[in-house]
């Protein structure tokens, strides 16, 4: 098998995408190198359905956003910045321009317009990557790259293809991509190369709904897919309605358990439990395994 990609995503966050993308990494990790890339930036997970990480073995700063360098030398304080930046971002405080970094989209306008040439945008830290190897019994190492972006900042999508790169560096069989959820730069930045995609909905009419969505980004880049269920039992006729309509992309479904979030805040991964969802999952891989092999 080549280094495939695969990603697991979803239309609604809070729908098991982490505890499905931990369990096929610890499975698939029994018989192949595995990468296990969390791509969800806004709220990085992954490493906690693996059991938690306490230290990390490294860690690197992504730069990946831009924002305004000004020369206060050069500024004469014509406000033609202040008036062209859309984002409101530039203002005079007591007879000085200045910038607030978190409303800035980092555009570049201000740069452009201003006739002193007192501004220069220059490259800032919006986020960082962590790079684990985990070792689980009975698995090979499990490289786990996972990166977040800084509160209040922009650039998901960037930090998100930096991620990626990092991913690239490692040799493996198998990379399994834990994508943001919903259907903005993240999730498109996720989805780029995929070779796979593993839809995950619960049976709710938002999770229906938003399943459609994030599945127009899968066409869109023409990715073939299979979709599992998680939680199928709260809503049992809305599950069938998504069966019929999933037909013979339906990958498997997990049951819902209020011990699956007992045993994660326990720092316990479900591969390592008893419960009904960990059998699930297994079937789950077990059907994968057959789908993506003759990829
Ligand atoms: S456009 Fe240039 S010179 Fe004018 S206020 Fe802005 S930084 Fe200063
Ligand atoms: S880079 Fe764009 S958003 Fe940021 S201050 Fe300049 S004009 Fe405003």
Redo the contacts with the bound molecule.
């Keep these: 098998m080549r280094n495939l990609k695969l990603v697991i995503c979803s239309g609604k966050g809070g729908v098991g995408k982490s505890m499905l993308a931990a369990g096929l990494l610890m499975l698939f990790g029994r018989e192949k190198r595995v990468t296990g890339v969390d791509c969800d930036v806004d709220a990085p997970n992954l490493d906690i359905w693996l059991g938690g990480v306490k230290k990390w073995d490294k860690t690197i700063k992504v730069f990946a956003s ?3 360098e000004i020369d206060y030398r050069k500024c004469n304080l014509c406000g033609l ?1 202040v008036k ?4 409101k ?2 203002s005079f405080l007591k007879g000085k321009l200045k ?1 607030n970094p978190f ?9 452009v317009i201003c006739p002193q040439k007192a ?1 220069r ?1 220059k490259a800032f830290q919006n986020g960082e990557i962590r790079i684990k190897k985990i070792h689980k019994k009975g698995s090979q190492e499990i490289v786990l790259i996972s990166g977040s972006l800084f509160p209040g900042e922009t650039g998901s999508g960037k930090v998100v293809t930096e991620i990626k790169k990092q991913a690239d560096r490692f040799e493996s069989d198998l990379q399994i991509i834990d994508s943001a959820p919903g259907t903005s730069c993240p999730v498109i930045a996720s989805l780029q190369d995929a070779d796979f995609a593993v839809l995950i909905t619960e049976p709710t009419p938002s999770g229906f709904s938003d399943l459609k969505k994030v599945l127009k980004v899968v066409n869109h880049f023409n990715i073939p897919w299979n979709l599992v269920i998680n939680k199928w039992d709260i809503n049992p006729s809305l599950s069938n309605k998504i069966k019929n309509w999933a037909s013979q992309k339906l990958l498997g479904q997990i049951s819902y358990d209020k011990k699956i979030i007992e045993s994660v805040s326990l720092f316990r991964p479900i591969l390592e439990t008893e419960l009904k969802a960990k059998k699930e999952i297994e079937e789950i891989f077990e059907k994968l395994k057959c789908t993506i092999q003759s990829l």
């Design positions: 831009l924002k305004p910045c062209n930046c859309r984002f971002a530039l910038l409303l800035c989209e980092g555009c570049g306008a201000c740069e501004i945008l």
